[in-house]
């Protein structure tokens, strides 16, 4: 079974949502580098790992490296408690079953 945690993210200065993509491309790259799986959309990150260990501590570190890398991290947005199911732009995501689903409302 796997676990998920976010970290939404959006930078310090105004930029278009191209240059989101632009700018993190080095971050994501090496994130995958070190075999940390990672989904990005514009400004909003998604981290997956096998155990809820290893997604806590790679999302602290992705957190700090994002920081260091001048980025404004919008901690009301940010997931840092690892699970097995995530609400991420507008779609359920639940690891266990594997699925992606539209929320029940």
Partial sequence: TGFTSSTV???AWPQPHGSYTKTLKPTTALGRELRIQLVVYIDDILLMAETREKVRDQGLGLL????CLGFTVNMGKTVLDPSQWLELLGFMIETTKRELSLPVE
């Fill in 9 to 11: 993210s959006h930078s």
């Fill in 64 to 67: 700090y490296l994002l920081q």
